[in-house]
């Protein structure tokens, strides 16, 4: 879809300055629009009232605009989807990236059926990407601003999704995106930017897993095996963690694995070798166009705003690095880049 085309377009509005200044740059453009604030999350109980608050910033802003917003309630399938899968991936001693998983089988499809449903030919959000065309072929560009550029919380989309969905701040700088929503007298303009889990936000995550992930006291031991603490349970630890561990004094130590045979977290000192990994074994491949030819060489990131790192990715699914990489976590996401394009990714194992 280019520009200069007219469209009855859904725009996904969370409330924050992004997909508000997204919805006014569309506006300017002539389409037709519906505003679609999506309702995810209202709290392990019930009762969180983050999303009303949220809720009353995108419709000052829809009103402002002068576009409908209709509340899509999406809750239980983001439970049974993500938040489900991020419960059994903790339990299973990984560190689970919902973001991704809920814009692959939540966000986006869910908000292409609605924008059907209501006559609607594109949907557009707030996050930082581009979409280029090549020969009949779409890529899936970073953001033009490499401090909020989230491709990486996009690799899993398709060509189908790409084909009608619009990102339009991604040729844009977060500062510009508050100084147009400034000058538009948006309420949200200094708003900040949403952090923690996807629609969840800043939990306490040894709190929000408790309820669902049982937990089994174990050994804290280095990795030549010299037991230096306890744990209440290992699945809220993360690989690199500092600060939080339970061991003091002396030579502060990372977390550097997770046994979950043995219910032990394996830590040792920043500069110990067992922090570094070169090669990766990788689940559940993506590729956004048609798969390589393997072995291909590319760059990757193993964690959000990491640099991109030379790897070859070769036939039998494993990632190897040119040089080692520090807090390599199963469960997280490992994506594919050659230049500014992404490529897909995959789960690390």
């Not at 919805?23 to 009232?49: I, T």
């Amino acid at each position: 879809m280019t520009k200069l085309e007219k469209r009855k377009i859904l725009v996904a509005m969370s409330g924050g300055v992004d997909s508000s200044v997204a919805a006014l740059l569309l506006k300017k453009e002539g389409h037709d629009l519906v505003g679609a604030f999506m309702k995810v999350w209202s709290g392990a109980d019930g009762n969180d009232p983050c999303w009303i608050e949220d809720r009353r910033d995108a419709m000052r802003v829809a009103a402002m605009l002068g576009i409908p917003l209709v509340t899509l309630d999406f809750e239980d399938e983001y439970r049974q989807d993500v938040v489900s899968n991020l419960f059994d991936e903790y339990a299973a001693g990984r560190t689970p990236n919902p973001d991704v998983r809920c814009n692959a089988s939540v966000k986006f499809p869910l908000l292409w059926r609605e924008a059907r449903r209501l006559g609607c030919e594109a949907v557009a959000t707030g996050h930082y990407a581009r979409v280029e065309d090549d020969d009949g072929r779409l890529k899936l560009m970073t953001g033009i601003d490499p401090e909020k550029d989230q491709s990486y919380f996009l690799h899993r989309l398709r060509q189908d999704d790409l084909s009608h969905t619009l990102f339009p701040v991604g040729h844009l700088i977060k500062d510009e995106v508050r100084r147009i929503a400034r000058d538009a007298g948006f309420p949200n303009a200094d708003k900040r930017s949403t952090r923690g889990i996807c629609f969840i936000g800043k939990v306490d995550l040894p709190e929000f897993l408790a309820g669902s992930v049982p937990r089994k006291t174990g050994k804290i031991a280095t990795a030549d095996g010299k037991i230096v603490g306890s744990h209440s349970g290992l699945a809220p630890y993360t690989i690199g963690q500092r600060s939080g561990i339970g061991v003091g004094g002396g030579e502060p130590y990372y977390v550097a694995a997770k046994d979950t045979m043995t219910n032990t977290l394996v830590v040792a000192p920043a500069h110990d070798p067992v922090h570094e990994t070169q090669e990766i074994a990788v689940d559940d491949l993506h590729w956004i166009n048609k798969a390589p030819s393997l072995p291909f060489r590319c760059s990757a990131c193993i964690r959000y705003h990491q640099a991109l790192q030379p790897c070859l990715i070769a036939d039998n699914n494993t990632v190897r690095f040119d040089a080692p990489q520090r807090g390599v976590a199963a469960g997280q996401s490992v994506v594919f880049y050659d230049g500014e394009q992404c490529l897909g990714g995959g789960i690390i194992r």
